[in-house]
Protein backbone atom coordinates (compact mmCIF):
# COMPACT_ATOMS: atom_id res chain seq x y z
CA UNK A 1 0.00 0.00 0.00
CA UNK A 2 2.37 2.53 -1.32
CA UNK A 3 2.56 5.61 -3.59
CA UNK A 4 1.29 8.76 -2.86
CA UNK A 5 3.49 10.96 -5.19
CA UNK A 6 4.14 14.51 -4.43
CA UNK A 7 6.28 17.07 -5.69
CA UNK A 8 8.58 18.42 -2.79
CA UNK A 9 9.34 21.73 -3.98
CA UNK A 10 10.33 24.08 -2.69
CA UNK A 11 7.49 26.31 -4.13
CA UNK A 12 7.93 29.67 -3.39
CA UNK A 13 5.03 32.78 -3.88
CA UNK A 14 4.33 35.93 -3.31
CA UNK A 15 1.87 37.22 -0.84
CA UNK A 16 -1.59 36.96 -2.04
CA UNK A 17 -0.94 34.41 -4.54
CA UNK A 18 -2.64 31.09 -5.36
CA UNK A 19 -1.07 27.92 -4.54
CA UNK A 20 -1.67 24.77 -5.89
CA UNK A 21 -0.67 21.97 -4.22
CA UNK A 22 -0.75 18.41 -5.99
CA UNK A 23 -0.93 14.73 -5.34
CA UNK A 24 -1.19 11.64 -7.53
CA UNK A 25 -2.00 8.33 -5.93
CA UNK A 26 -1.93 4.58 -7.79
CA UNK A 27 -5.49 2.93 -6.53
CA UNK A 28 -8.86 4.43 -7.62
CA UNK A 29 -10.40 2.37 -4.59
CA UNK A 30 -8.84 4.87 -2.18
CA UNK A 31 -11.46 7.32 -0.69
CA UNK A 32 -10.25 8.98 1.91
CA UNK A 33 -7.61 11.49 1.57
CA UNK A 34 -5.76 14.44 4.10
CA UNK A 35 -4.07 17.33 3.74
CA UNK A 36 -1.39 17.89 6.70
CA UNK A 37 0.37 21.22 7.49
CA UNK A 38 3.45 20.96 9.08
CA UNK A 39 5.59 24.45 10.60
CA UNK A 40 9.26 23.48 10.87
CA UNK A 41 10.28 21.09 14.06
CA UNK A 42 6.83 21.03 14.84
CA UNK A 43 4.13 17.55 13.79
CA UNK A 44 1.69 18.01 11.04
CA UNK A 45 -1.73 19.30 11.99
CA UNK A 46 -4.73 17.99 10.29
CA UNK A 47 -5.63 21.29 7.19
CA UNK A 48 -8.62 19.10 5.11
CA UNK A 49 -10.35 15.80 4.94
CA UNK A 50 -11.77 14.56 2.09
CA UNK A 51 -14.16 11.48 1.11
CA UNK A 52 -14.58 10.61 -2.76
CA UNK A 53 -14.75 13.05 -5.43
CA UNK A 54 -15.25 16.97 -5.44
CA UNK A 55 -14.34 20.01 -3.44
CA UNK A 56 -14.00 21.06 -0.18
CA UNK A 57 -13.51 24.63 0.98
CA UNK A 58 -12.56 25.75 4.73
CA UNK A 59 -11.97 29.61 4.22
CA UNK A 60 -8.84 30.38 1.79
CA UNK A 61 -8.40 26.69 1.76
CA UNK A 62 -9.87 24.40 -0.86
CA UNK A 63 -9.28 20.46 -1.11
CA UNK A 64 -10.15 18.61 -4.32
CA UNK A 65 -10.55 15.03 -5.65
CA UNK A 66 -10.56 13.74 -9.04
CA UNK A 67 -10.74 9.91 -9.27
CA UNK A 68 -10.78 9.81 -12.83
CA UNK A 69 -7.29 11.12 -13.07
CA UNK A 70 -6.00 10.19 -9.46
CA UNK A 71 -5.13 13.00 -8.57
CA UNK A 72 -5.85 15.43 -5.38
CA UNK A 73 -4.87 18.82 -4.67
CA UNK A 74 -5.08 21.89 -2.02
CA UNK A 75 -5.51 25.54 -3.31
CA UNK A 76 -4.59 28.11 -1.22
CA UNK A 77 -6.69 31.85 -1.84
CA UNK A 78 -4.69 35.05 -0.88
CA UNK A 79 -1.60 33.12 0.51
CA UNK A 80 -0.01 34.36 3.74
CA UNK A 81 3.62 34.53 4.85
CA UNK A 82 1.83 32.58 7.66
CA UNK A 83 1.53 29.71 5.21
CA UNK A 84 4.96 28.75 4.75
CA UNK A 85 5.11 25.54 5.98
CA UNK A 86 5.64 22.09 4.43
CA UNK A 87 1.94 20.68 3.53
CA UNK A 88 1.68 16.58 2.87
CA UNK A 89 -0.67 14.87 1.58
CA UNK A 90 -2.15 11.46 2.58
CA UNK A 91 -4.52 8.38 2.50
CA UNK A 92 -6.33 6.23 4.38
CA UNK A 93 -5.20 2.47 4.05
CA UNK A 94 -7.45 -0.02 3.78
CA UNK A 95 -8.13 -3.68 4.34
CA UNK A 96 -6.27 -4.80 7.73
CA UNK A 97 -4.41 -1.06 8.02
CA UNK A 98 -7.12 1.19 7.08
CA UNK A 99 -6.37 2.90 10.08
CA UNK A 100 -3.20 3.78 8.65
CA UNK A 101 -2.16 7.15 6.82
CA UNK A 102 0.14 6.50 3.50
CA UNK A 103 1.66 10.34 3.49
CA UNK A 104 3.34 11.91 0.35
CA UNK A 105 6.80 13.48 0.70
CA UNK A 106 5.75 16.46 1.19
CA UNK A 107 5.72 20.02 -0.71
CA UNK A 108 7.71 22.79 1.29
CA UNK A 109 6.19 25.75 0.72
CA UNK A 110 7.48 29.56 0.95
CA UNK A 111 5.25 32.45 0.98
CA UNK A 112 7.29 36.12 0.88
CA UNK A 113 6.29 39.29 2.41
CA UNK B 1 -6.54 20.40 26.81
CA UNK B 2 -6.20 16.90 24.91
CA UNK B 3 -3.21 16.20 23.30
CA UNK B 4 -0.06 13.98 22.67
CA UNK B 5 2.89 14.96 24.49
CA UNK B 6 6.17 13.76 22.87
CA UNK B 7 9.38 13.92 24.95
CA UNK B 8 12.39 14.54 24.92
CA UNK B 9 11.99 17.01 22.39
CA UNK B 10 15.86 17.21 21.53
CA UNK B 11 18.24 14.01 22.29
CA UNK B 12 21.71 13.23 21.67
CA UNK B 13 22.78 10.09 21.93
CA UNK B 14 26.28 8.45 21.39
CA UNK B 15 26.72 5.40 19.02
CA UNK B 16 26.09 2.05 20.82
CA UNK B 17 23.13 3.36 23.23
CA UNK B 18 19.67 2.48 23.40
CA UNK B 19 17.32 5.49 24.17
CA UNK B 20 13.08 5.55 24.75
CA UNK B 21 11.42 8.16 23.44
CA UNK B 22 8.29 8.66 25.87
CA UNK B 23 4.48 9.27 24.26
CA UNK B 24 1.45 10.35 25.87
CA UNK B 25 -2.01 10.81 25.30
CA UNK B 26 -4.87 11.93 26.95
CA UNK B 27 -7.31 12.21 23.91
CA UNK B 28 -8.83 8.69 24.79
CA UNK B 29 -7.68 7.45 21.68
CA UNK B 30 -7.17 3.28 20.71
CA UNK B 31 -4.95 3.81 18.32
CA UNK B 32 -1.19 4.80 18.33
CA UNK B 33 1.61 5.28 15.47
CA UNK B 34 5.70 5.68 15.62
CA UNK B 35 6.54 7.65 12.57
CA UNK B 36 10.13 9.07 11.07
CA UNK B 37 10.91 11.70 8.91
CA UNK B 38 13.86 12.50 7.38
CA UNK B 39 14.18 15.10 4.85
CA UNK B 40 13.17 14.80 1.46
CA UNK B 41 11.69 11.16 2.90
CA UNK B 42 8.16 11.95 4.48
CA UNK B 43 6.89 10.37 6.80
CA UNK B 44 7.10 6.37 7.14
CA UNK B 45 5.56 3.67 9.82
CA UNK B 46 7.86 2.26 12.26
CA UNK B 47 5.60 0.62 14.33
CA UNK B 48 1.97 0.81 15.29
CA UNK B 49 -0.47 -0.11 17.83
CA UNK B 50 -4.21 -0.76 17.81
CA UNK B 51 -4.86 -2.03 21.59
CA UNK B 52 -3.35 -2.11 24.93
CA UNK B 53 -0.72 -5.01 24.72
CA UNK B 54 -0.76 -5.33 21.20
CA UNK B 55 1.63 -3.64 18.68
CA UNK B 56 2.78 -3.73 14.64
CA UNK B 57 5.64 -3.55 12.73
CA UNK B 58 5.28 -0.63 10.11
CA UNK B 59 7.54 -0.46 6.60
CA UNK B 60 10.81 0.81 8.92
CA UNK B 61 10.63 -1.44 12.29
CA UNK B 62 14.28 -2.78 12.03
CA UNK B 63 15.79 -1.45 15.04
CA UNK B 64 13.29 0.28 16.95
CA UNK B 65 11.37 -1.70 19.98
CA UNK B 66 7.78 -0.54 21.04
CA UNK B 67 5.55 -1.43 24.05
CA UNK B 68 1.90 -0.73 25.06
CA UNK B 69 1.21 -1.73 28.48
CA UNK B 70 -1.73 1.19 28.62
CA UNK B 71 -3.72 2.73 26.63
CA UNK B 72 -2.03 6.40 27.25
CA UNK B 73 1.81 5.49 26.48
CA UNK B 74 3.21 4.09 23.76
CA UNK B 75 6.85 4.20 24.09
CA UNK B 76 9.30 3.69 21.65
CA UNK B 77 13.05 2.44 21.65
CA UNK B 78 15.68 3.08 19.32
CA UNK B 79 18.34 0.45 19.49
CA UNK B 80 21.95 0.00 18.94
CA UNK B 81 20.74 -1.71 15.84
CA UNK B 82 19.82 0.83 14.42
CA UNK B 83 22.16 1.65 12.01
CA UNK B 84 20.96 5.54 11.07
CA UNK B 85 18.74 6.70 14.16
CA UNK B 86 19.12 10.26 13.36
CA UNK B 87 16.01 11.92 12.23
CA UNK B 88 12.98 14.16 13.75
CA UNK B 89 10.29 10.76 15.17
CA UNK B 90 6.82 11.61 15.74
CA UNK B 91 4.16 9.75 17.81
CA UNK B 92 0.43 9.80 16.58
CA UNK B 93 -2.79 8.63 17.74
CA UNK B 94 -6.51 8.34 16.41
CA UNK B 95 -9.82 6.76 17.51
CA UNK B 96 -11.03 3.56 16.77
CA UNK B 97 -14.51 2.65 14.63
CA UNK B 98 -16.14 4.44 12.50
CA UNK B 99 -17.00 7.85 11.90
CA UNK B 100 -14.42 10.92 10.33
CA UNK B 101 -12.77 10.94 13.62
CA UNK B 102 -10.88 7.28 13.00
CA UNK B 103 -9.70 8.23 9.54
CA UNK B 104 -7.84 11.64 10.96
CA UNK B 105 -4.59 11.07 13.04
CA UNK B 106 -3.34 13.63 16.02
CA UNK B 107 0.27 14.45 16.12
CA UNK B 108 2.34 15.26 18.87
CA UNK B 109 5.75 18.13 18.35
CA UNK B 110 7.95 14.97 18.00
CA UNK B 111 11.63 14.16 18.98
CA UNK B 112 14.73 15.08 17.40
CA UNK B 113 17.52 12.53 17.92
CA UNK B 114 20.51 12.89 17.20
CA UNK B 115 23.37 10.53 17.11
CA UNK B 116 27.04 11.92 17.66
Known amino acids: QKEVEQDPGPLSVPEGAIVSLNCTYSNSAFQYFMWYRQYSRKGPELLMY????GNKEDGRFTAQVDKSSKYISLFIRDSQPSDSATYLC?????????????FGKGTKLSVKP | DGGITQSPKYLFRKEGQNVTLSCEQN?????MYWYRQDPGQGLRLIYY???????QKGDIAEGYSVSREKKESFPLTVTSAQKNPTAFYLC???????????????FGAGSRLTVL
Open chain 2, 92 to 106: ASRPQGGGTGANVLT
Open chain 1, 90 to 102: ARRGYGGSQGNLI
Open chain 1, 50 to 53: TYSS
Open chain 2, 49 to 55: SQIVNDF
Open chain 2, 27 to 31: LNHDA
